[in-house]
C-alpha cells in the first residue's frame, strides 16, 4: 500500500480594496518611485482601511472565497491553522475566531507564528498530521493586517509592507502527491535585526514605549538582506540537490515575496527562467504570512497536476526554509 501524502486540493485568496502605490507614498514620506521600484519590485500594496476590522476579517475572507471555489461544507474540517504575525489580540487565539465564523464547527484551531516562514512551517504542520492519519481535512490560511504594525513615517519599511490572506485546504493523497520534502531552519540570534520591541512579556506596554514607536516593525534592512539572499537560495538549491531535481524537473519556484533582489537571487542559484519564478510583488508588497498562499492563489490555474513546485521563505526570527510539493489536480 502506498504511504498515505498530503496534498493541497484547493486555495483561495484575499486582498483589501485600497491600493497604496508608490505615488502615495512619495507624498507620505521622502521616498520616490524609481527607488522603490529599481530597490524591491514593489509598485503597490493593498491596505485595509477599516479601523474596525483585524486579520481574521482577511482570513476569513481567503477561507470563503476557497470554500466557493471548492465546494467544501466547513462542518468537514477538522483543523484551521492561522499563520500570522498580526492576530487581532495579544490572547485569544484568531485562528479559532476565524474557524468559528467560517463555520467549522467541528474543527479546532490555533495561531502559528514565525513571521514570513509562518505558513511554511504551517504546511509542514499541516503535512505531519495528516500523514499520520491523525485529521483529514487540514485548512492552513496566512493572514496579515500588516498596517496595523507598520510606522508609516518610517521610509524604510512603510514602503514594504501589505496586507492579505490566502488559504489553502490539506487532504490525504495515496498518488504520492502533495508535499515531498521539507527542510525548516531558525536561528535566535536574528530576533534583533527585525522584530517589534514593545507589548511583550519582555517590554509591556507603557505610555512611554507608545511615544518611543516600540510597537512598529523596526527593521535591519541590510543584514536581513544578506541573510535572507544567503539562506533562501542555500535551502532551494540543497531541497533540489537531495530529491535528485535539475532546474529542467523544477517546474514553479514560489518564494516568499519580500524583494524581488532576493527572488533573483534564489532563482538564479537554482538555475530557473524568469518563466518558472512566480511572483506578485509588484502588486501586494511584502503581505508577510500571506505571501505563499496568494501566489498559489493568483497562479492556481497555471498548474498541473503532478508539477514539482519548491517553496521558499525567509523572515524574523530569524526563520526560514523550503519545501518541495507535488501539485495534485488541475483547474
Ligand atoms: O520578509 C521578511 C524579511 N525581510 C526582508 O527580506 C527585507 C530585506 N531587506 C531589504 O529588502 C532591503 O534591505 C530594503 C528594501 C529594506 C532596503 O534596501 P537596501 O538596498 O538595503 O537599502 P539601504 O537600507 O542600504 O539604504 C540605501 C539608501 C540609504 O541612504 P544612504 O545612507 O545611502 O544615503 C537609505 O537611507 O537608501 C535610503 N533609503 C531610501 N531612499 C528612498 C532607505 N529607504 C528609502 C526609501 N526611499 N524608501
Not at 481567503?62 to 484551521?80: F, N, Q, T
Not at 485546504?169 to 525548516?184: A, K, S, Y
Not at 498562499?293 to 526563520?319: C, H, Q, V
Request: net charge negative; proline share 2%.
Amino acid at each position: 500500500m502506498n504511504k498515505t501524502t498530503a496534498a493541497i486540493t484547493a486555495v483561495g485568496g484575499y486582498v483589501p480594496e485600497f491600493v497604496l502605490s508608490n505615488k502615495i507614498l512619495e507624498t507620505m514620506v521622502d521616498t520616490n518611485d524609481e527607488w522603490i521600484t529599481s530597490r524591491t519590485g514593489i509598485k503597490e500594496r493593498r491596505v485595509l482601511k477599516d479601523s474596525d476590522k483585524g486579520t481574521s476579517y482577511l482570513a476569513i475572507k481567503a477561507a470563503e472565497d476557497l470554500m466557493e471555489k471548492s465546494g467544501i461544507d466547513p462542518a468537514e474540517i477538522d483543523l484551521v491553522i492561522l499563520a500570522t504575525a498580526t492576530p487581532d489580540l495579544p490572547v485569544a487565539a484568531t485562528g479559532v475566531y476565524v474557524a468559528t465564523e467560517i463555520g467549522a464547527v467541528n474543527a479546532f484551531a490555533y495561531d502559528l507564528q514565525a513571521a514570513c516562514s509562518g505558513f511554511l512551517y504551517a504546511m509542514s504542520t499541516a503535512t505531519a498530521y495528516i500523514e499520520s492519519g491523525r485529521y483529514k481535512k487540514v485548512l492552513v490560511i496566512g493572514a496579515d493586517k500588516m498596517s496595523s504594525i507598520i510606522d508609516y513615517t518610517d521610509r524604510t519599511t512603510c514602503i514594504i509592507f501589505g496586507d492579505g490572506a490566502g488559504a489553502v485546504l490539506f487532504e490525504p493523497n495515496d498518488e504520492g502527491l502533495g508535499l515531498q520534502d521539507e527542510i525548516l531552519r531558525s536561528d535566535g540570534s536574528g530576533r534583533e535585526f527585525l522584530k517589534i520591541s514593545a507589548g511583550g512579556s519582555l517590554i509591556p506596554a507603557t505610555a512611554q514605549t507608545v511615544a518611543d514607536k516600540q510597537h512598529y516593525v523596526y527593521q535591519d534592512g541590510k543584514t536581513v538582506f544578506k541573510f535572507a539572499v544567503t539562506n533562501m537560495a542555500d535551502v532551494s538549491a540543497k531541497i533540489m540537490e537531495r530529491n535528485n531535481l535539475t532546474n529542467e524537473d523544477v517546474n514553479w519556484l514560489v518564494p516568499h515575496q519580500a524583494n524581488r533582489r532576493i527572488i533573483d537571487a534564489t532563482a538564479s542559484r537554482m538555475g530557473l527562467d524568469d518563466s518558472k519564478v512566480l511572483m506578485n510583488i509588484q502588486r501586494y508588497g511584502n503581505t508577510t504570512s500571506a505571501t505563499l498562499p496568494l501566489l498559489l492563489n493568483d497562479f492556481e490555474k497555471r498548474f498541473k497536476k503532478g508539477d514539482n513546485l519548491i517553496f521558499a521563505s525567509f523572515g524574523g526570527g530569524f526563520t526560514w526554509g523550503s519545501i518541495y510539493l507535488k501539485w495534485a489536480y488541475n483547474s
